[in-house]
């Protein structure tokens, strides 16, 4: 098979997002480990070594895509906070629902940002080194902690270290997202009349997880 023609067609910058764009669709109709980056490449439209001017291997190319789609997470759940009007407490509700309908909108993207194997922490000596994903991962997690210190300074969730509280809320928007996603609750709640509606769940789960956070005498 020889190289497409298109190859010279993409500017440096357009040939990056033209194989993220690439992969993501392969993504979505193989699963992460169902393409090779020779599949990323004819999907693109390039030639079988153009991928390799902006990524390593299939490794570097999934991680950037990681990286790009948790950014775009973060821009989701800073967008809910600052677009809802009212308290704190109100805004963080409109967090965690926007959490949900990120997974539910964008399920190829929520799939590549929650791969456990994408996660795992390489080592410079003693300490942890960070990569670029772990940064955006990190970034999306400090959104449901401003949230929460926000809550706490208006004294809506008691005071004091606010980790406990972000993991509690994350761990229950992300087990909601993945419950939706994989159909759990459609399969057990689903009224006969209807589908699930996700969006009144989420709030419905937001809005008990935020009376069971609030402070009391």
Known sequence: MTDSPKTDSYHHGQL???LLDAALQLVVERGMNGFTMREVARQAGVSHAAPYHHFEDKSALVNALATECYDRFTVALRSAWQATEGSALVKFQAVGASYVAFAMQHSA???????????????GGDEPVY?????AATAAYQALTDGVVACQQAGFIPSG???PYAL????TVHGLSM?????TVGRLFASPLGKID???ISGMVAELL???LLARS
């Open 179 to 183: 419950l939706l996603l994989d159909g």
């Open 16 to 18: 990056r997002r033209a």
């Open 210 to 212: 935020a009376k069971g």
């Open 131 to 135: 990569t670029p994903l772990q940064t």
């Open 168 to 171: 509690t809320s994350w761990a």
């Open 198 to 200: 996700a969006q009144q």
């Open 161 to 163: 270290d606010p980790m």
């Open 109 to 123: 993207e929520f799939y590549v940002m929650t791969r456990s194997e994408l996660h795992a922490l390489p080592h």
